[in-house]
């Protein structure tokens, strides 16, 4: 079964580095979407791209993250100058096309932040 | 303040019992919704969707309700076995956005 990969597992930084998290989504799927979750709570979403733009982002998504699809396959997430609080799990996920379709997700990346 | 984490419910069940998970969501207009399995250190996993139009939709060995009149969402798993031990979320489908919103979760835990 086709699956949504995500690299690296773990990712450690210091506090002000740059992270770029990377994915690559089922390679079919239209909608691409980064989602965080902070241990022991519930999984949060930041952001959807759809043709190669964003569609809809949380109040999370401030000027410190971007995403790209560098090219066909890839997606990321960029956090420019991280902070302790984006410690956290991120997943990636990806959706065949129009809404009421079931989100496939990554195993996630676990971002430390220092 | 705002508190570093969520304690989230447990559901403790014996080894072939039946399971029910329940979610209360928070939006009328949401038209899907979906249940997701979460094991621990991995994504979560796809288990059972219904659309607004429908109460209720059996999968195997699962059975999702759906309540619009109180905004209520269950999971029913049968015959519950230790590899069902997980946290279990709700989501909802709001918007045209095609952003999908987590529940808090529930843990479940399989006693054998």
Redesign the interface.
């Known amino acids: 079964e086709p699956e ?1 990969t995500q690299t690296p597992s773990h990712q450690v930084t210091q506090m002000g580095q740059e992270v770029i998290l990377r994915c690559v989504p089922i390679s079919n799927h239209l ?1 691409f ?1 980064w ?1 965080r979750q ?8 930041l952001v ?1 791209f ?1 043709n190669n733009e964003i ?2 982002k949380s109040e999370i998504f401030d000027d410190q993250f971007s995403v790209e699809r560098p090219d066909g396959s890839n997606f990321t997430l960029k956090i420019r100058s991280t902070k302790l609080e984006d410690s956290a799990m991120y ?1 990636c ?1 990806s ?1 065949l096309r ?3 379709e ?7 990346t676990q971002l430390s932040v220092l | 303040g705002e508190s ?3 304690h ?1 419910p447990t559901l403790s069940v014996q080894e072939g019992d039946n399971s029910i998970i329940n979610c209360a969501y928070s939006n009328s207009a949401s ?2 919704f ?1 249940w ?1 399995k979460q094991e621990s ?6 288990i059972i ?1 219904i ?1 607004s139009n429908m109460d209720k939709r059996q999968g195997q060995r699962v059975t999702v309700l759906l309540n619009k009149t109180v905004k209520h969402l269950s999971l029913q798993i049968a015959a519950t076995q230790p590899g069902d031990s997980a946290v279990y ?1 709700c ?1 909802e ?1 709001i918007g ?10 529930t843990i479940l835990r399989v006693k054998s």
């Open positions: 949504v909608y979407y989602y902070i241990l022991g709570q519930k999984v949060e979403f959807s759809y569609s809809e997943f996920a959706r129009t809404e009421n079931k989100l496939f997700f990554g195993s996630g | 570093v984490g969520l989230l038209d899907y979906i997701y250190g991995k994504g979560p996993q796809f969707d659309r979320f989501a489908n045209y956005g095609n952003k999908l919103v987590f529940g808090a979760g």
